[in-house]
T-cell receptor, first 114, second 115 residues
Framework: AQSVTQPDIHITVSEGASLELRCNYS??????LFWYVQSPGQGLQLLLK??????LVQGIKGFEAEFKRSQSSFNLRKPSVHWSDAAEYFC????????????FGTGTLLAVQP | AAGVIQSPRHLIKEKRETATLKCYPI?????VYWYQQGPGQDPQFLIS???????DKGSIPDRFSAQQFSDYHSELNMSSLELGDSALYFC??????????????FGPGTRLTVT
């Protein structure tokens, strides 16, 4: 069965520092991968997605992610973090079955220090 | 652009009561998904509908039922509510025929509190 692992439950970075959030997936075929961000008590906002093609994908708010098939990874990066980036980040993979339901990782909570 | 609408945004119920959550997908979207996110948890898939037919089912309790109507809106009915049903319930929609059919657009969620 498909699964997503986010090894880091909680990460703290200083404002202006670079960020990398890890995501590993388990999927037999070419995965459809997503990163979502959720502010406290809010909904899920899509940051970026990978379906095929260029393995480096650009998203909103200055985020990017790189798909590495050899490592089964889809890590999220940002060169300079802003205080407003503090939120929970979820990596997800589409199930690929009849309905493409999303399977989420357990999330990484990002704190930003001034 | 129109987004997914969920109502109500907040709902407080007592144990053993019933609740109905509504979801209005993006216009022309034909697929609706329901997810449940418990406190501090990741969203878990409950059920989905395509063209008004149930297309997939996840870890949805038997006390819950859902349907999609002719106008494509969906309702999640929850009966005999338990404290553990307190969660944020998300609805998402997509267009099955689109090249990006895997992309789901999420609503703001309904926060259900069972007391």
């Amino acid at each position: 069965a498909q699964s997503v692992t986010q090894p880091d439950i909680h990460i703290t970075v200083s404002e202006g520092a670079s960020l990398e959030l890890r995501c590993n997936y388990s999927y037999g075929a070419t995965p459809y991968l997503f990163w979502y961000v959720q502010s406290p008590g809010q909904g899920l906002q899509l940051l970026l997605k990978y379906f095929s093609g260029d393995t480096l994908v650009q998203g909103i708010k200055g985020f990017e992610a790189e798909f590495k098939r050899s490592q089964s990874s889809f890590n999220l990066r940002k060169p300079s973090v802003h205080w407003s980036d503090a939120a929970e980040y979820f990596c997800a993979v589409a199930d690929g079955g009849a309905t493409n339901k999303l399977i989420f990782g357990t999330g990484t909570l990002l704190a930003v220090q001034p | 652009a129109a987004g997914v609408i969920q109502s109500p945004r907040h709902l407080i119920k007592e144990k053993r009561e019933t609740a109905t959550l509504k979801c209005y997908p993006i216009p022309r979207h034909d697929t609706v998904y329901w997810y449940q996110q418990g406190p501090g948890q990741d969203p878990q898939f409950l059920i989905s509908f395509y063209e008004k037919m149930q297309s997939d089912k996840g870890s949805i309790p038997d006390r819950f039922s859902a349907q999609q109507f002719s106008d494509y809106h969906s309702e999640l009915n929850m009966s005999s509510l338990e404290l553990g049903d307190s969660a944020l319930y998300f609805c998402a929609s997509s267009l099955a025929s689109a090249a990006s059919s895997y992309e789901q657009y999420f609503g703001p969620g309904t926060r259900l509190t069972v007391t």
